[in-house]
C-alpha cells in the first residue's frame, strides 16, 4: 500500500490564481482531512469528509473548497490565491470498524505551496 | 525540509538520556489524545495514543501520562536516540466531532 499520497509535492502560484491539490488513500478510509502547517503552529484543520459525496467545514475554511467524489480521494481547491495562504499542507485519512470510528490519523508527506 | 517551527520550544538532550516532552490541552471535553513525530520535510507520524479513561500507556521507549485534572499531557522518550529527533505534537479529540486538534509542537534536539 502506497498509505497517503499527495501531488503536487511543491507549487508557487501568484496572488488570484486558483489550483487544486489531490490527496489519494488506497487503504479504504472512511474519513478524510486537510490541514494547514504554518511556521511556529501546529496543524489547523481546513475541511474534513466523513465519507463519499460529505464534507464539513474545519477551523479555518474561509478561501478553500473541497470534493469528496470518490472514496478514494479528497481533493483541496484555492479558487483565488492569496499569500496569506502560503503553507505546507497534508491531507489526512481514517477509518472505521464496524461503524466504530478510529481516531488514529495517518498523514500524506505533505505539498508546500508559495502564493506570490 | 519545510520552515515548519523556526519559533518552537526546543529540548535539547544527550542521546542516552531520558526526555520528556509536555503539553497543555485546553478542551475539557477532549476523550482522545494522540502524540505524533514530524521529521523535517515528512507529514506528522503517530507515535501512541491515550484515552481519557486512562492516565498511563506504554508503547516501546515511549510513555504517555495524561493528567485531567490539570488539562496536561506527557510523552516520555527512553534512551533518547538521535533518530529520535524531531518535532513533536500532541493532538487531542473530542470523539464526537471527529477532528483533531494540534498543539503547537516541540522541537526535540538529541545530541550525540
Known amino acids: 500500500n502506497a498509505g497517503v499520497t499527495q501531488t503536487p509535492k511543491f507549487r508557487v502560484l501568484k496572488t488570484g490564481q486558483s489550483m487544486t491539490l489531490l490527496c489519494a488513500q488506497d487503504?479504504?478510509?472512511?474519513?478524510m482531512y486537510w490541514y494547514r502547517q504554518d511556521p511556529g503552529m501546529g496543524l489547523r484543520l481546513i475541511h474534513y469528509s466523513v465519507g463519499e459525496g460529505t464534507t464539513a467545514k474545519g477551523e479555518v475554511p474561509d478561501g478553500y473548497n473541497v470534493s469528496r467524489l470518490k472514496k478514494q480521494n479528497f481533493l483541496l481547491g484555492l479558487e483565488s490565491a492569496a499569500p496569506s495562504q502560503t503553507s505546507v499542507y497534508f491531507c489526512a485519512s481514517s477509518y472505521d470498524i464496524r461503524g466504530q470510528y478510529q481516531e488514529t490519523q495517518y498523514f500524506g508527506p505533505g505539498t508546500r505551496l508559495l502564493v506570490l | 525540509g519545510e520552515s515548519v517551527g523556526l519559533h518552537l520550544p526546543t529540548l535539547s538532550v544527550q542521546e542516552g538520556d531520558n526526555s520528556i516532552i509536555n503539553c497543555a490541552y485546553s478542551n475539557s471535553a477532549s476523550d482522545y489524545f494522540i502524540w505524533y513525530k514530524q521529521e523535517s520535510g515528512k507529514g506528522p507520524q503517530f507515535i501512541i495514543d491515550i484515552r481519557s479513561n486512562m492516565d498511563k500507556r506504554q508503547g516501546q521507549r515511549v510513555t504517555v501520562l495524561l493528567n485531567k485534572t490539570v488539562k496536561h499531557l506527557s510523552l516520555q522518550i527512553a534512551a533518547t536516540q538521535p533518530g529520535d529527533s524531531a518535532v513533536y505534537f500532541c493532538?487531542?479529540?473530542?470523539?464526537?466531532?471527529?477532528?483533531?486538534?494540534f498543539g503547537s509542537g516541540t522541537r526535540l534536539q538529541v545530541q550525540p
Open positions: 487503504m479504504n478510509h472512511e474519513y
Open positions: 493532538a487531542e479529540i473530542n470523539t464526537g466531532r471527529r477532528a483533531l486538534t
